[in-house]
């Protein structure tokens, strides 16, 4: 082989994956794969797509190694292969982040308008457990939540949260969270619970930023 050669079958195998993820629909999938497996129809719901072209992304992004399948009876699960797949997910958020300004707008108008108006961090988040003077919920679906959840935390999936309002104590701080920074059940929640009078704020990291930081989530 020769270095031009060489250079061409590799540059082309690196250009295989980066337009894996060239697909906003494949992100997507990547995202809600980086809180557990799940199988094409959840898939199909989740990101309002056919089954069809679900399954035609999936196809894409295991052909590059990026998601792995295993049957069980007549369903197929779909999970990330590893945790190299969230890290470089999460550097191309920082990355896109830190060069287009219109994303930076668009996070931050969205937040606004749901009554969030900075984001708590992790190091703040972790001061505050200690405390222990805040509550914890975590507003993803149950199947997610028992995946691996924070510290305290506890399970209020969006479905439930209105008839769930009663249970929570207004004397003590509101901390919601779900997926990630692109999630939107986190700041809907904080939108409801502000208007009912409860002290409420999110934050934007997931379980994995906690994992990936040394902290150990609850399972």
Not at 42 to 64: C, D, G, P, W, Y
Not at 107 to 128: G, Q, T
Not at 187 to 205: S, W
Request: with cysteine; aromatic share 8%; glycine share 4%.
């Amino acid at each position: 082989m020769t270095g031009r050669e060489f250079k061409d079958v590799t540059f082309q195998h690196l250009a295989n994956v980066a337009t894996a993820f060239a697909s906003p629909k494949r992100l997507e999938i990547i995202d809600l794969l980086s809180q557990g497996e799940k199988d094409v129809d959840s898939l199909t719901k989740e990101t309002n797509m056919n089954f069809a072209n679900t399954s035609r992304h999936l196809q894409i992004l295991k052909n590059v190694k990026i998601v792995q399948s295993r049957k069980e009876g007549v369903r197929v699960i779909y999970y990330l292969t590893n945790d190299e797949v969230i890290k470089c997910w999460k550097n191309l958020q920082y990355l896109a982040e830190q060069n287009v300004a219109e994303l930076r707008e668009i996070i931050k108008s969205f937040l606004e308008e749901r009554s969030v108006l900075k984001p708590i961090s992790l190091k703040e988040l972790r001061s505050k457990i200690k405390s222990d003077d805040v509550t914890i919920i975590d507003v993803r679906p149950k199947e997610e939540y028992m995946n691996g959840h924070l510290p305290g935390a506890v399970s209020i999936p969006m479905s439930e949260l209105k008839s769930k309002i009663k249970n929570l104590s207004g004397s003590k701080e509101i901390i919601a969270y779900c997926r990630g920074k692109y999630c939107v059940m986190a700041p809907e929640a904080a939108k409801i619970l502000n208007k009912k009078g409860f002290n409420t704020t999110i934050i934007q990291d997931d379980t994995n930023s906690w994992r990936f930081a040394g902290f150990e989530v609850e399972t």
